[in-house]
C-alpha cells in the first residue's frame, strides 16, 4: 500500500492585509474529505462561491498566482498552497473573507505554523503521485526561464536565479525532499528591488506593502530625497540605506534566501498540478508565469497518460497474479478474464489478459478467422474494474459487482490469438452508495482497440 492522504484535524485562522489590494482577510482552514484537494471558498461574496486550486483557473501572474472560477477570483495563492503542499497535506478548504490571501510576513512560515497547530489527520484514500518517468521542459526565451523535470523517487528541487545585480548575483537553492520544506524554506521571504519597490508604489500596485513583509535589496543607493518619499508612500517613519545590500538591514534567515523563496514559490504553483509529484524539478530563473507554465504542460502529461497504453513489464512482479485475482473475483474458468493486475490506487486500476487460441470462445467465434468477441473485451475491463471498485471494501470476497450500465462503448480494432490485452480503468468520480462509474480502456501494444464508460454496484452476499 502507497502513502495515504492527509487533511488537518480542526479548524485553524489566521488573519492580515493582501499585499497587492491592501485588504484585511481571515483566512479558516478546515479539514477536507478524500480527494478533495485545495479548494478557496470566498464567503464574502454571495453564494459564498468556491474556486478550485487547480492550474486551469489561473488568471494572473504577473505579480503573484491569481486563481478564478465561478464569477470570484482570489489573489497571491503562491505562499500559502506551498504551506499546504510542504506539509504533506492534501485536502484542505481555505475560506477566506476577502479577495486576497494574506501576505504576512511574506514566507509561508505562519500558513505551516497554524496547519501543525490544527494537526495532520491521516486519511483513507492513498496518494495518486505523478510520478516523473520521462523528461519534461520548458523554455521561456524572452525571461530566459527554463524548468525541467527529470526522474526521481522524491519531490526534490534545485533553483538558479541571477538578476544581474550586484546584491543578488548569480544565487542556487535545492531542497533534497519535503521533509526539508519547514526548516530550510518555509521562512524564506518575497523581496523586491528597491528601484522596483518606489514604481510599484507610486502606481499603486502593493497597497498592503510593507518593509515587514518583504526582503527589499538595494543595488543603487539612492539621494535622501528619494527616500523620504519613499517612506511616506510605505506610511514609515524613516526609511534607511547604508550603501548597496538590504533595506533597513534586515537580517536574512539565509544568504541564499531570495533563491529559496524562489524556491517556495514553485512549491506553491506546482501545487495547482492537483496531485502529489514524485521528480526533480531544476529551475534557472522562475517565475509565477514559468511556474504555472510548467504546471500545465505536467497536467496535460497527466491527461495524456490516461490515454496512452499503461507500461507493462512482463517480468515485473504483479500486484496479484491470476491465484490472487480468484481470491477476489468470483469468476473461473472459462469466464476469469485478467490474468494480472499490475496497478492499483484508489482511483485506477491496470490488469493484463494474454489472448491465446486455447480460449474457448474461439471454437465458436469465426474459427476461421478467430477474433476476440467484443462483450468479452467489456466483461475483461469489467472485471479489472471489480478489482478496483472492491479495493475499497473490508473482505472484498464477501461482495459482488454487477453491472448497471455500459456507455459509449467503441471498438477501435480486432482482438486476435496471440494478443496481449492491457486494461486501464479510472474512477469518473467518487464511489456513492456502493456505485462505481470508470471511464475503461483497452489496448494492444500501444493501440487502443476498445473503451466505454461503465456503472457497476458492489453488493454485499447474503450469509
Known sequence: ?????????????????????????????????????????????????????????VVDTSRGTTLEQNGARVHTTEHLLAAAYGMGIDNLLIEIDGPEVPILDGSAHFFLESLKA???????????????????????????TEMLAVPQDEF???????????????????????????????????FVFLRELEYLAKNNLIKGGDLDNAIV????????????????????????????GVLNNVDLHFQNEPARHKLLDIVGDLALVGQPI?????????????????????????????????????????IYDVNGIEKILPHRYPMLLVDKIIELTDTHVVGVKSVTMNEQFFQGHFPGAPVMPGVLQIEAMAQTGGILALNTVEEPEKYLTYFLKIDKVKFKRKVVPGDTLVFRLDLMGPIRRGIVNMMAKAFVGDKLVAEGELMAQIVKENT
Do not use: W
Not at 19 to 45: C, E, M, S, W
Not at 222 to 234: G, I, N, R, T, V
Not at 284 to 312: C, S
Open 1 to 57: 500500500m502507497g502513502d495515504k492522504q492527509q487533511t488537518i484535524k480542526q479548524e485553524a485562522s489566521l488573519q492580515g492585509v493582501g499585499l497587492h489590494t491592501g485588504k484585511k482577510a481571515t483566512i479558516t482552514f478546515k479539514p477536507a474529505p478524500d480527494n478533495h484537494g485545495y479548494v478557496f471558498q470566498r464567503i464574502d461574496v454571495e453564494g459564498k462561491p468556491l474556486i478550485k486550486a487547480d492550474v486551469d483557473h
Open 156 to 190: 526534490r528541487l534545485t533553483v538558479m536565479v541571477d538578476y544581474n545585480s550586484k546584491v543578488l548575483g548569480t544565487q542556487h537553492a535545492h531542497m533534497y525532499h519535503l521533509g526539508e520544506f519547514e526548516e530550510d524554506i518555509s521562512k524564506c521571504r518575497t
Open 217 to 244: 535589496l538595494v543595488d543603487k543607493v539612492m539621494p535622501q530625497d528619494k527616500l523620504d518619499e519613499l517612506a511616506e508612500l510605505l506610511n514609515k517613519p524613516k526609511v534607511e540605506v547604508k550603501g548597496i
Open 118 to 144: 490544527a494537526g495532520i489527520q491521516e486519511q483513507e484514500a492513498e496518494k495518486d503521485y505523478f510520478i516523473v518517468d520521462e523528461n519534461l521542459t520548458y523554455e521561456d526565451l524572452d525571461r530566459q
Open 278 to 318: 514524485k521528480g526533480h524539478i531544476l529551475a534557472a530563473r522562475p517565475g509565477h508565469k514559468g511556474n504555472v507554465d510548467f504546471a500545465k504542460i505536467i497536467k496535460k502529461e497527466i491527461k495524456q497518460r490516461k490515454q496512452r497504453a499503461p507500461k507493462y513489464d512482463p517480468n515485473a512482479e504483479p
